[in-house]
């Protein structure tokens, strides 16, 4: 389980860094939420587990939110070039 907690803290942080840079690192960020949750139930390295958990739901969000914009960004583009 410490393996667990501080691959989850390690996905955590590239999950929630990458997601200012490329929006596919929504996959990090998810799986950091995974793998937090069975040290946060067993209590082993709950500290790690815990950080992991939030940089990985904001993670998510931002990608989330970073991918609606650019999807946004791309319908006003084809509609103002179609007129």
């Known amino acids: 389980m410490k393996g667990l907690a501080i691959a989850s803290l390690i996905l955590g942080i590239l999950g929630f860094t990458g997601s200012f840079i490329f929006s596919a690192s929504i996959i990090f960020a998810l ?3 995974s793998l937090a949750i069975p040290p ?3 209590g082993v390295q709950r500290a790690f587990a815990i950080t ?3 940089l990985g739901g904001f993670g ?3 990608s989330i939110i970073l991918i609606w914009i650019g999807f946004g960004i ?3 583009v084809k509609t103002t070039k179609t007129g």
Do not use: C
Request: proline letters at 0%.
């Open 60 to 62: 998510v969000i931002i």
């Open 52 to 54: 992991e958990l939030i």
């Open 40 to 42: 946060i139930i067993k």
């Open 31 to 33: 799986l950091a939420v």
């Open 74 to 76: 791309q319908i006003i």
